[in-house]
C-alpha cells in the first residue's frame, strides 16, 4: 500500500523565520512528488519534483527531492502571516495521488 | 474561467438519506477525481475517472458511487449516507496524469446526522 507521511503534524514560527517540512514515501511506481498550499479551500498547486536533487524555487519556497532516500523538503525562508496554512504534500504513481496527512503551519506577527 | 466548480458547497443529511454531489470542469481535463478530507488524514481517493463512460475505485470507495456520463461531468452519490461520511469533499481534474498537477474545486462541507 502507497504510504506519504509528513512531519511535524504542525508548526508556530514568527514572522521572518525559515521552516522546513518534510515528506517521506513508500510508494510502487513513482512518478512525481507534488507540494500544495491549503488554506481555507481548495488545494492549490506549488511544486512537482520529478527528479533528484533539482531545487525548485518560487519566491520564498523551495524545494528538493530525494529518490534514493525517498523523501522531499519543502522550505520556506523570511516567512510571512500570509504563509500560514497547511502544506500538502503527494506523490503520484500510476493514475493516482496518495497524499500525505498535511503540516499546519501557523506565523504569528 | 471557471476550472472545477463543486455543487453544493454546503449540505446536511439525515442518515439513510441520498444524494449526489456533482463536479464541473471546463479545462476538457480527461481525468478527474473525487477525494474526502477528514481531520490530520490528509486527502484520500474516493472513485476516479481516466476519461468519459469509464470510473474506477480509488482508496476508501465503500459507500459511494460515482458516474462520468459527459467528458465535464463527474457526479459523486451516497445512497444511504452514514455519519462516518461527514467530512469535506474535493473534486479534482488533470489533463495528463504524468505531466501536470491537480487543479481543485472549493469542496463539499457534507454533515451527516
Known amino acids: 500500500e502507497d504510504k506519504v507521511v509528513q512531519s511535524p503534524l504542525s508548526l508556530v514560527v514568527h514572522e521572518g523565520d525559515t521552516v522546513t517540512l518534510n515528506c517521506s514515501y513508500e510508494v510502487t511506481n513513482f512518478r512525481s512528488l507534488l507540494w500544495y498550499k491549503q488554506e481555507k479551500k481548495a488545494p492549490t498547486f506549488l511544486f512537482m519534483l520529478t527528479s533528484s536533487g533539482i531545487e525548485k524555487k518560487s519566491g520564498r519556497l523551495s524545494s528538493i527531492l530525494d529518490k534514493k532516500e525517498l523523501f522531499s523538503i519543502l522550505n520556506i525562508t523570511a516567512t510571512q502571516t500570509g504563509d500560514s496554512a497547511v502544506y500538502l504534500c503527494?506523490?503520484?504513481?500510476?493514475?493516482?495521488?496518495?497524499f500525505g496527512g498535511g503540516t499546519r503551519l501557523m506565523v504569528k506577527p | 474561467n471557471a476550472g472545477v466548480t463543486q455543487t453544493p458547497k454546503f449540505r446536511v443529511l439525515k442518515t439513510g438519506q441520498s444524494m449526489t454531489l456533482l463536479c464541473a470542469q471546463d479545462?476538457?481535463?480527461?481525468?478527474m477525481y473525487w477525494y474526502r478530507q477528514d481531520p490530520g488524514m490528509g486527502l484520500r481517493l474516493i472513485h476516479y475517472s481516466v476519461g468519459e463512460g469509464t470510473t474506477a475505485k480509488g482508496e476508501v470507495p465503500d459507500g459511494y458511487n460515482v458516474s462520468r456520463l459527459k467528458k465535464q461531468n463527474f457526479l459523486l452519490g451516497l445512497e444511504s449516507a452514514a455519519p462516518s461520511q461527514t467530512s469535506v469533499y474535493f473534486c479534482?481534474?488533470?489533463?495528463?496524469?504524468?505531466?501536470?498537477?491537480?487543479?481543485f474545486g472549493s469542496g463539499t462541507r457534507l454533515t451527516v446526522v
Open positions: 479545462m476538457n481535463h480527461e481525468y
Open positions: 479534482a481534474s488533470s489533463y495528463d496524469r504524468l505531466n501536470y498537477g491537480y487543479t
Open positions: 503527494a506523490v503520484r504513481a500510476g493514475n493516482m495521488l496518495t
